[in-house]
């Protein structure tokens, strides 16, 4: 098992998956990525990351980087466990830009959502750092939450009427 990666390590991964990329491309950390370099966890497991587009450099720089700097990379946003938001692209805030890859945090609220799902702890934990920190709120998370849950019958593993009481209670408890 590796070490927990802090900050200074996502940041020596974003340089030298920077310097890999020969294309222009976008990543978005996610979950416990998100939490260490905006500085309310002090380290995570996974840097989990979503490339937009899925550059060909960059997937094949993976294995040798998690290697060299001892990390685990894993390929995961909240798309993939939730309908994507409207305008999650705009509302992810940047991280910085190595090489030709410029890095974002996912959006906050999809992050949220996503972490409610799952129902985890440590996800609840993170949704209320959100919230403290002020990069979510009440309201517009129910509202992000009403707009996709006609979508939610795509997401087979997704209880729809459990997920909405999930939601509830975390607005509610927060």
Known sequence: MRALVDAERIRGFMRELGAKATEDGLVYFTGGSTAVLEGWRSGTIDID????PELESVLRAIPALKESLHVNVELAAPDQFIPPLEGWQERSPSVGKEGR???HHYDFYAQALAKIERGHRQDLDDVREMFHRGAVDRATLREH???IRPFLFRYPAVD???FEQAVDAAIRDL
């Open 101 to 103: 890859l410029t890095f």
């Open 145 to 147: 939450f009403q707009r």
């Open 160 to 162: 729809a009427a459990n």
């Open 49 to 52: 990351i979503k490339l937009v």
